[in-house]
């Protein structure tokens, strides 16, 4: 299974691992992340969600190697703080988020998130929920399509391809995933297929829509920091605009200074902002080279201050 973690070392430095400490990995995938941080665990403990059952599989048996002070919780992270309460955990030292597809799903031409294999248009990262990308495409009217393609793809020629998409399945249903790449590239110019493929826009708004993970964002963000210990560390790894423009909006708001006392040299504690973030970190020419998915990536860091 070959699936490189992006800013691997970067993150997990930024967690800055207690060996006695409770850490979350809201995105196990295949467990690049998870490995690296149960290696520094001693006499804590590891909880990892995801939502996908093969990464899931896959997971444990390479985190069983390494130890047993780990469990993996089979839903979205969406429901972080429930599913830990029940646990009994109320206070966390870390955690992290790896928003981006792992290589895996995206190599696997059965799950349909790829535009250079045909598969049937699926796209889900739980195989158990109902929309699929299928569904997307044939059911929703053009302006939601539309819409879809433009917010999430940030798509230039979303009403064409909407359009396209529109007259294609008026005549026979889209099923696969190359018919949907063909009527896409159908409905652009030759000059915007030089520079890129002209599906990878739509494909991704997609592949946002069917697994809504925009929408879920805000609430896992911020349910997270709740959680963090003082000290406690939130890193969160994004490969597109608008989920780092979420980040770095709540970051921003729960890091906000009490105006009145801004600027102090010495400001007392309890008049701190809850949260002090971090310089952004992009990968390195070196990373970028060796694993070209992860030129668009974005490590977002904050130190939980009280």
Do not use: W
Not at 52 to 75: M, Q
Not at 188 to 216: D, G
């Amino acid at each position: 299974m070959k699936h490189i973690s992006v800013l691997l070392k970067q993150t997990i430095d930024s967690l800055n691992v207690k060996e006695d400490g409770i850490y979350i990995d809201c995105t196990l995938g295949y467990a690049g992340h998870s490995s690296a941080i149960l290696k520094r665990l001693k006499k804590g403990k590891l909880y990892a969600f995801d939502q996908d059952s093969e990464a899931r599989s896959y997971s444990e048996n390479v985190l069983k190697k390494i130890g047993d002070n780990f469990e993996i919780i089979p839903t979205n992270f969406v429901n972080l703080k429930e599913e830990l309460n029940k646990r009994g955990v109320t206070k966390i030292d870390g955690i992290m988020f790896d928003l981006g597809v792992s290589s895996p799903q995206l190599d696997d031409a059965t799950r349909g998130f790829s535009f250079h294999n045909d598969a049937f248009l699926d796209m889900r990262m739980d195989k158990t929920a109902s929309l699929t990308a299928y569904d997307v495409v044939n059911e929703y009217s053009f302006n939601d399509l539309y819409k879809v393609i433009k917010d999430y793809g940030e798509e230039k020629y979303a009403k064409q391809i909407a359009r396209a998409i529109e007259e294609k399945r008026s005549i026979k249903k889209i099923e696969t995933t190359l018919e949907l790449s063909d009527v896409i590239s159908s409905a652009v110019p030759a000059k915007y297929k030089r520079l890129t493929h002209p599906a990878r826009r739509t494909f991704q708004a997609i592949r946002i829509e069917v697994n809504k993970e925009l929408s879920i964002l805000p609430k896992a963000f911020n349910d997270a920091i709740d959680m963090l210990n003082k000290d406690g560390r939130m890193a969160v790894i994004t490969f597109h605009s608008l989920e780092d423009k979420i980040c770095k909006d709540v970051f921003r708001q729960r890091s906000k200074e009490n105006p009145m006392f801004k600027g102090l040299p010495n400001m007392p504690e309890e008049y701190l902002p809850e949260l002090k973030t971090l310089k952004k970190i992009k990968p390195d020419k070196k990373e970028i080279e060796e694993n070209k998915r992860s030129r668009s990536a974005t490590l977002r860091v904050a130190i939980k201050q009280k």
